[in-house]
């Protein structure tokens, strides 16, 4: 617990939000493109999986989508990254719930839940995820995190272990490799970010100069290394959320703290790194081998450094594996739980 602790204790940015924040239920599309009722989430994959919207309070509404599973399966639950949503993984959910009940939730600041007075710091949304698992999961869970949301799953996996089975980070926030020049699209895009009122202004002047598609094709961009293997039903699924979370107040500053206290963990690269070797549970590391985000060195420097994980790299594939290539993630995910779970 002390390396935890100690981590989010030097980490943790002040960011709270206006207590007037309000959070409706917004009518969501059908990868079909009708119009569901409120609420309701469906996409298409080899199979159509539909789910309904939930809310749980957690110091203000946390909006999550249970998308099933076999009775008596494990629980996997999906921790989008900096600036996602449960919309990210549409493309992995019915590649996976075949065999793992699925649920994926929105953190503070992200996706339908708004900040309502809370940090979105990961801290926060650490404590969020803690208690997500204890009040709605109810039993050890597989933790599957994208970036930021592969750090916030580390730290729960390292703080309490008692709650995670196992975990997958797919292209994580890992601790800096601070001798490597950052990549363009980090200094350009990111490092800013990690500014008090620089992030903010620059925020909010990408979200609203640039309508909600060019906005998310330029994301998309970013985060793969081709996004033309992106299902056009899922960049539907996301500019439309987009439409949404631009009228959500307090966007642009609550992406801020989060980008800010995401830095600040991983250049404390001694204490995070020991944090990471503190991790009992099994692991699978899956790493994107063109990511422009995040350093392959650091994930390649982590899976040396834990050789009792196992590691997958993935050759021309970038930032966010599960949009770009859904079929391989799941699969390497199905092969190692039968190793390691089962």
């Not at 903010?200 to 309508?211: D, P, V």
């Not at 390649?300 to 599960?322: E, I």
Request: charge should be negative; proline fraction near 6%; include cysteine.
């Amino acid at each position: 617990m002390g390396w935890v602790d100690g981590l989010i204790t030097r980490s943790r940015a002040e960011d709270h939000g206006s207590s007037t924040e309000l959070v409706a239920c917004h009518r969501l599309t059908t990868m079909e493109g009708s119009e569901s009722s409120a609420g309701a989430v469906a996409l298409r994959g080899p199979r159509l999986v539909t789910a309904e919207s939930q809310w749980v309070d957690i110091d203000g509404p946390i909006h999550y989508v249970d998308y099933g599973g076999p009775a008596g399966a494990t629980t996997m639950v999906l921790v989008h990254g900096l600036m996602g949503a449960h919309v990210n993984w549409l493309s992995l959910v019915p590649e996976l719930n075949d065999e793992f009940r699925v649920i994926a939730l929105d953190l503070v600041g992200h996706g339908h839940t708004t900040r309502a007075g809370r940090g979105t710091d990961v801290g926060t949304n650490q404590q969020v995820l803690h208690r997500f698992l204890q009040e709605v999961v109810d039993e050890p869970a597989v933790l599957v995190g994208n970036s930021m949301g592969g750090l916030i799953s580390i730290l729960q996996a390292a703080g309490e272990p008692e709650t995670v089975r196992a975990l997958v980070l797919i292209s994580p926030a890992l601790p800096a490799v601070l001798t490597e020049i950052p990549s363009s699209t980090v200094v350009l895009n990111y490092l800013p970010m990690a500014v008090p009122g620089l992030g903010t202004a620059l925020l909010h002047a990408q979200h609203h100069t640039s309508n909600a598609e060019a906005l998310i094709r330029s994301l998309l961009d970013t985060v793969t290394a081709d996004p033309g293997r992106v299902s056009e039903d899922v960049v539907r699924e996301h500019v439309e959320l987009a439409e949404v979370r631009r009228g959500m107040p307090g966007t642009s500053a609550g992406y801020q703290a989060a980008a800010e206290s995401t830095m600040r963990i991983m250049i404390q690269v001694r204490d995070y790194a020991a944090t990471i070797r503190s991790i009992e549970a099994p692991v699978l590391l899956i790493q994107g081998e063109q990511d422009k985000v995040l350093s392959p060195t650091g994930a390649r420097k982590v899976a040396a450094n834990n050789p009792h994980w196992d590691f997958q790299s993935l050759p021309g594939v970038g930032h966010a594996p599960m949009l770009e290539v859904p079929g391989q993630v799941s699969g390497s995910i199905k092969a190692w739980a039968d190793k390691r779970l089962n």
